[in-house]
């Protein structure tokens, strides 16, 4: 039930802002907000993190008997992580829309508040039905946040946003329903149906080879439309551009992490073994996503739409780490899937808080800012290094760590240690090479951004006069040229934690250890059975391996004799 | 960790223990964080005094009287007293732990462990002392030299100061190669800072961005370089990598090529941040920035950060085969090119900038010659010297309205209020010439040339002996130029080195004194106490350091820090497998005082005769009559041999249409086929509409060619199931 109440909360508030006259609706969307982090304060003193990766605070009923449907909710260290990433995002977003939206708030708030519901269902559902549920929930009040709310182009962009990921997701229920199947037909003793996690996941690892491809491709067609994986991505800075301020901080901060955190729990949980086979495919995708999605950056002259943009090349270093397959890459990719949402969430908070000044978002216009709001700018300069990855700032680690993750990949399963790629399904260190292109890209279009937004002289009289016009013309016209304290608020918890994740990530790493470690050891068991299967892979390994040199130390074994043969807690973990 | 094998004996230093490192070491980078933070305040409260400067001073001199104390306390009572382990750890606290496997028991832990502890030996006390003395001397000056900005612009400026000085240190001291790589990472974002403070000027925005990228491309190449040592060793932290690839040290030729790699990556990184070979466009363009800045960041401090790195994993160099000849040969080269170039600009900070280019070069090429010792010494009296020139060029350009063109300057000696500028900046000239015997910039240039003849690396030595006669002519070309000759002048367009500012008092006063220029009324305001104490003091320590260079067995002071760190391993390893080079047949140990003083002096005399001897004008002098005998090269010398223009088209252009490319292709394309797929089903919907004509024997029509397909599609999949 603890758990539950973190759903129910924000789900109650969004109905009571419904049915309530309009004057409360902020209110309640702050109680409605605030108070499942009061809650989750409770949830954390009930939590150990110490466990190793078993569901707690276990909450389950039987919701539709026949075929084994519950609702059945869990939480382990990864959920409560991204469960208090968007806790945190709520009071952000409604505070951050008090001065903007000021039409329809009724609507506004209610479904804010519902989405808030939903995407913590996400994080904590334990049956793969509530979780789609859930998951595809979460786009009814995005949908209706984009079309009522959004820019110019709203109407065709909510509609893209809907259509598209409802497709993929589509294929991805296809392939749950094809495990459970497999699982009332061949695992299961008394052929029962059930969605449970731990029992699908179970039987979809014992699913043949040739069964797993086309799981695995179906689980990922749905979570890489989400992510955005490279060439599904266009959905993306169509939706994030037209989006209201908060939409597009949830859309990125949130929504995005739905798609990752989908593949780490399906893609890679459900199916190893073809995710080894196919982890260089979709490393190659990735990596044009980081390359392709900055350079695209570069060009932009819509600010939203370059952060917008970014996200696809930021995703792309994040999914990378999670198909490295070891606990570094993996521990980077889940780091990332919060930093990115502090960091992206926090840049596209101060665009909205231009936009609301100026109302352009056209970089050619607003020029020189860091002379008319020196509070603005230095927050910008701080945030767009966070998101650079500059080290001592959040970003950094979980960067780094996926890159050093897919660098050791190959090495770490097929015991070479060449730096000739990575053959036989796993990545190495060219794939981090030129991934680690991207960190120039990176700094490339947001150095970019800050020279056309920050520094150069102020935009001209004209403009200036122009603005001062909207300025008084419009009824916000309470808003200071500089931050106001609201917005300085919104935005220093935000800075806090870029800091606090970057100077002291320890407790985060620690926390992340076992989960990761498991999953390792599941990576290291899949990969023998690869071998087994394809006898010339394991050849081609054994064949390029370097001849060990005949060094006092041997340092570098460390690394590669660690594949795990027959870990006792993993098992534990999985059943 | 050690076993007692001579070559140990060398890695292991002149420090006893971490009980003689006083705790108080580990403050020494927090403090300048705590400057940064009040400056950061002063913003806040909207301070409008030079409090921030003052703060500053405070904060890192405080820290430079803590890294005396470190120095002597590690210097003092424990030479010779070789422990069994290279520096001392001072941890602050726990940054990165992540345990990445269960380490079986007896095995190394599996972790990836990178704390905020420092590593403390005689090389990090050298850059240390320099880094944080010139900070804050430089700190002071530039409480003058700012006061134009008084209000945020002073904090802003000091606060990067800090941060700065934060940084550096974190990359100077810290223990692992990560928390190198956060300091690395954070003297390029103050540099970037810094760089583009006069952030309405478009060149300084542009030359700020430029740097933080082509950084950014060496830092590629040290990241790389990060993953593979963890790869290979399993820890970055320098006190267990050490002894790990001491053992490669002790058996040349057994490591695997990837740790032989692992030098080459890291090289790119340095030459990243010391602007060398290719990656050296953006430190002429960063005296953008104030020159304080120019004279801390890009000639004293930052710059050397690419040697340190070289210095500190001497070892790991020393096990590559091709790693010391990269860094050898790229250190000469780009030398020589900056040379070059330096010796056909007009603009004295840019001068001076690509002879911080050069002089880098020098360093380098003396690394990787196996000569670090005499590296290291150029690194220090290069960074008093060169900042003591900087401070000097700045000081002009602070008093001429922004004047930097030696065609429009002449004859400041004789000036009233000059005097102070002109001795110092004769000493500054001096040293960076090379000047016999009396300059510390002698000794130390002396020592890489002979090293380089003396370890077979003749090449190297006749290009840098070249390079040593221009860099004395292009050195004086500006010492006689500029303070030499007739009194002559033409102020610059701006009051300062920048035209707006933010202040509207302040933009008045400009406008005003800007009608005076043309009035010719404009006098130069020569500087006052701080500038020029800070001048004097530096001019003093350049004739201070000479001593050092007699101290001690290992090539004096600086040599003997180098010896007993982790830099001097190699010394003695390559000094036991490389034969004793000549110059000419004689011992370059030996004659290579007199081969350098005549090739400085030399120089100097061709600068007199071309530059001073019979000039009346500022703007044109001897040289002139030489420049049509040389055909085009002086002018693409003076073009930069259109190097950034090259890059331009080579990289930023092409860049450039391959993004706009992908822009388009993403619109049309990728999103183009997510539309057809929209479209699709709609288009099909919209075309199958006239069946849906409402007419009963219509649908009945249909639905019997709908059974017949159906059946035939049946017929057809049966069949080649039987087929089969």
Known sequence: MTLLALIIMPLLAGLLVAFMPKQNAKVIAVIGTILPIAWFGYVLSLYQWNMRAVDQLDFSVEWFPALGLKLELGADNISMLLVALTLLLGPICVFASFTAITERVKTYYAWLLILQAAMTGVFLARDVILFYTFFEFTLVPMYVLINLFGSTNRKAAATKFFLYTFTGSVLTLAGVIYVAWYNAQHISADHAWTFSFAELRYAAQQMPFSHQVWVFWALMAGFAVKVPLFPLHTWLPLAHTEAPTAGSVILAGVLLKLGTYGIYRFALGFTPDAAIFYAPTIAVLSIIGILYGGLICWVQTDVKKLVAYSSVSHLGFCVLGLFAFNTIGLTGSILYMINHGLSTGALFLMIGMVYERYHTRDMNKLSGLAAKMPVWATFMVFFTMASVGLPGLNGFISEFMCLMGTFQAGDEWVGRSTVGGAAGGNLGPWYAFFAGIGMIITAIYLLFMLGKVVWGKPAGESHDSHGHEAHSNDHHGSLPADLSVREIGILLPLAALCLLLGLYPKPLLRVLEAPTQEMRAVYGRANDRLNELFPARSAAAQESEVPSSSTPVAPAQDLTANIPTTDDHATEGLK | ?724
């Open chain 2, 1 to 724: 960790m050690f076993t007692t094998n001579p070559l140990n004996a060398l890695l292991a230093l002149t420090l006893a223990d971490a009980g003689t490192v006083p705790a108080s070491a580990a403050l020494i980078p927090f403090l300048p964080l705590l400057g940064c933070i009040l400056c950061g305040l002063c913003a806040i409260f909207k301070v409008k005094s030079k409090l921030p400067a003052y703060l500053s001073v405070a904060c890192v001199g405080v820290a430079f009287l803590l890294t005396v104390q470190m120095f002597l306390a590690t210097s003092g009572g424990s030479a010779g007293d070789h422990a069994a382990h290279g520096g001392a750890v001072v941890k602050a606290f726990d940054w990165i732990q992540f345990n990445w496997g269960i380490a079986k028991a007896g095995e190394p832990a599996k972790a990836l462990i990178a704390n905020f502890s420092f590593y403390i030996d005689p090389l990090t006390c050298l850059w240390m002392l320099f880094v944080s003395g010139l900070a804050t001397l430089i700190a002071l000056y530039a409480s003058e030299y700012m006061s134009h900005d008084v209000g945020p612009g002073y904090c802003r400026f000091f606060a990067a100061f800090c941060l700065f000085v934060f940084s550096m240190a974190c990359l100077v001291m810290g223990d692992n190669l990560l928390l190198l790589y956060l300091g690395w990472e954070g003297v390029g974002l103050c540099s970037y800072l810094l760089i583009g403070y006069f952030y309405k000027k478009p060149s300084a925005v542009a030359a700020a961005k430029k740097a933080f990228v082509m950084n950014r491309i060496g830092d590629l190449g040290l990241a790389l370089g990060l993953m593979l040592t963890f790869v290979q060793f399993g820890t970055v932290e320098y006190a267990k990598l050490f002894p790990m690839v001491q053992t490669y040290l002790d058996h040349p030729g057994d490591a695997p090529y990837l740790v032989q790699l692992i030098p080459v990556l890291l090289t790119i990184g340095a030459f990243g941040k010391s602007a060398q070979l290719f990656l050296y466009v953006w430190l002429p363009d960063a005296m953008e920035g104030p020159t304080p800045v120019s004279a801390l960041i890009h000639a004293a401090t930052m710059v050397t950060a690419g040697v340190y790195l070289v210095a500190r994993f001497m070892p790991i160099y020393a096990v590559s085969e091709w790693a010391l000849p990269i860094v050898a040969w790229g250190g000469a080269i780009t030398a020589f090119w900056a040379a070059t170039i330096g010796m056909a600009q007009f603009d004295i900070k840019r001068i001076m900038a690509y002879s911080t280019v050069s002089q880098l070069g020098y360093m380098f090429a003396g690394l990787g010659v196996l000569g670090a010792a005499g590296a290291a010494s150029h690194v220090f009296t290069h960074a008093f010297f060169k900042a003591l020139l900087f401070l000097a060029c700045g000081a002009v350009m602070h008093g001429f309205a922004g004047q930097l063109d030696l065609r429009k300057l002449s004859g400041l000696r004789r000036m009233q209020g000059w005097k102070v500028v002109s001795y110092t900046m004769l000493v500054g000239c001096l040293n960076l010439a090379g000047f016999p015997l009396i300059t510390a910039g002698f000794w130390s240039k002396d020592m890489i040339l002979a090293d380089a003849f003396a370890n077979q690396y003749a090449p190297i030595g006749w290009l840098l002996l070249l390079t040593a006669g221009m860099t004395a002519y292009y050195t004086f070309r500006v010492f006689f130029r500029v303070f030499c000759g007739p009194m002559l002048f033409e102020p610059g367009d701006e009051l300062h080195s920048h035209d707006d500012h933010s202040h509207k008092e302040d933009h008045a006063h400009h406008s005003e004194r800007g009608a005076t220029h043309a009035a010719t009324q404009f006098h130069p305001h020569p500087p006052g106490l701080a500038i020029n104490a800070v001048l004097a003091i530096l001019a003093v320590a350049t004739f201070a350091a000479i001593p050092l260079f007699f101290i001690g067995e290992h090539h004096g002071w600086v040599g003997g820090m180098v010896h007993g760190s982790t830099a001097g391993a190699t010394l003695h390893h390559a000094g036991d497998t490389h034969a004793h080079g000549t110059f000419l047949g004689q011992d370059p140990h030996k004659v290579m005082y007199y081969v350098s003083a005549v090739v400085g002096v030399i120089g100097i005399f061709i600068a007199w005769r071309l530059h001073l001897v019979g000039r009346t004008s500022a703007a044109t002098a001897g040289a002139d009559r030489l420049v049509p005998a040389l055909g085009p090269i002086p002018k693409w010398a003076q073009g930069k041999w259109y190097v950034d223009e090259l890059y331009h088209w080579l990289f930023y252009t092409p860049l450039r249409v391959l993004s706009h490319i992908f822009f388009t292709l993403d619109k049309f394309l990728v999103d183009g086929l997510v539309n057809l797929f929209g479209w699709l089903p709609r288009a099909l919907g919209t075309s199958a509409q006239p069946m849906q004509d409402g007419e009963l024997h219509g649908y009945a029509s249909r639905m019997v060619q709908g059974v017949v397909l159906v059946l035939l599609i049946a017929l057809v999949l049966v069949g080649i199931g039987g087929a089969r």
